[in-house]
């Protein structure tokens, strides 16, 4: 699993550099997220831009990289590409996380 | 008209995949499904519909009737195009579904407290929220699951 992390201002922005969040990857994804936020910045933003295809495993693993930076802290969501799009409307998991269309969208947004 | 319409659904051959159970033929058996389905020309929409249903369907299979400590065993997926759809039927030899029947697939409650948020649970509502006609039998040694996907409609 490909995650790059970089800082912007207060914000830390975790890309995945890989096609599919899918069951034979979600457990090292959220081991991946958890190395990567751990001791983080409050607000971090998971950029899915390269990411084609999550199944309901990964979906699971994106609620426990949530869950396992706590309550303070914020993981929000960008560059949902159309299948992940769907999975997030459909669980109605949207309405659980901050989702913002595009990186650049979230970085004005979550900056102020 | 009636012709064109034959002729729209007999533009793809009927598909199978045959994978050996692991979490990796899942994702073989759905590049092999989807690079059958090409000459459907399906839309974006329409392919992220039928991958994630099988992905949803392949992985319970996986997980739950071949599970680890289980020798692995045989997934058969059929495919065929009609005037109605895709109709897939995928066949293991696991261990069957808890009494006899598909889990209801009711969507997850999100009104809870922040640690309750729920991980899992998403695979049966996925699938019987996007498919039609879900049916499940088990007919020893075999967990047959067929339904139908309202893609590429005539």
């Known amino acids: ?112 | 008209m009636k012709e064109s319409v034959m002729s729209f659904v007999s533009q793809m051959p009927d598909i199978r995949v045959c994978v050996q159970s692991s979490e990796l033929a899942v994702r073989a058996a759905l590049k092999e499904l989807l690079a059958g389905l090409g000459p459907l020309d399906l839309d974006v929409e329409e392919i992220g519909t039928v991958e994630l249903v099988m992905a949803e369907a392949l992985n319970n299979i996986v997980e739950h009737a071949y599970p680890e400590g289980d020798p692995a065993g045989p997934i058969n997926i059929a495919c065929k195009h009609a005037t109605d759809g895709l109709h897939l039927t995928v066949i293991d030899e696991g261990r069957g579904m808890p009494n006899g029947r598909t889990p209801l697939g009711q969507a997850a409650n999100l009104d809870v407290d922040f640690c309750d948020i729920p991980e899992g649970g998403f695979g049966w509502f996925l699938i019987k929220d996007l498919a039609k006609d879900v049916t499940y039998q088990r007919i020893a040694p075999q967990n047959r699951l067929t339904l139908r996907l309202a893609v590429a409609m005539a």
């Open chain 1, 1 to 112: 699993m490909d995650l790059r992390s970089r800082s912007e201002d207060n914000l830390q922005v975790v890309s995945v550099h890989d096609a599919r969040i899918d069951a034979a990857v979600a457990i090292e994804f959220k081991d991946a997220m958890r190395a990567s936020t751990d001791g983080g910045s409050e607000t971090v933003i998971l950029d899915l831009s390269e990411v084609q295809f999550i199944d309901s495993s990964g979906l699971g693993a994106i609620v426990a990289a949530m869950k396992n930076m706590g309550q303070a802290r914020t993981l929000a969501l960008a560059g949902l590409t159309p299948t992940v799009d769907k999975v997030f409307r459909l669980t109605r998991m949207d309405s659980v996380f901050p989702v913002f269309p595009t990186l650049d969208g979230a970085l004005t947004e979550l900056r102020a």
